[in-house]
């Protein structure tokens, strides 16, 4: 069985800082690229960071400089470090395992809420 677990979520002011992490379990980790998504209230669910299983990453514009997604492959865990956090980021946050070979693999957790206010 499957399961992404996040946690490290919270609330926190504009400008402080959180740790997201994702524990992986039932899935060859070292295989997948693993992503950071997040769905604010009223908005499509969007890409905020991805890692390859060659630690290749990617962000979304809107994070570029202030969060960082590395992976543990020992620990088959996958981490977001937030800083400088702002309104905008306020969403419910999820983490994603992806693999593509001849069939497509893909699980979610089931998400952290993140909420930034003063």
């Known amino acids: 069985q499957v399961q992404l677990v996040e946690s490290g979520g919270g609330s926190v002011q504009p400008g402080g800082s959180l740790r997201l992490s994702c524990a992986a379990s039932?899935?060859?980790?070292?295989?997948?690229?693993l992503g950071w998504y997040r769905q604010a209230p009223g908005k499509q669910r969007e890409s905020v960071a991805v890692i390859t299983n060659h630690g290749r990453t990617n962000y979304a514009d809107s994070v570029k400089g202030r969060f960082t997604i590395t992976r543990d492959n020992d620990e088959n865990t996958v981490y977001l470090q937030m800083n400088s956090l702002q309104f905008e980021d306020t969403a419910v946050y999820y983490c994603?395992?992806?693999?593509?070979?001849?069939?497509?693999?893909?699980?979610w957790g089931q998400g952290t809420q993140v909420t930034v206010s003063s």
């Open positions: 994603n395992a992806e693999l593509v070979l001849s069939n497509r693999y893909e699980f």
């Open positions: 039932g899935i060859i980790f070292r295989l997948y690229t």
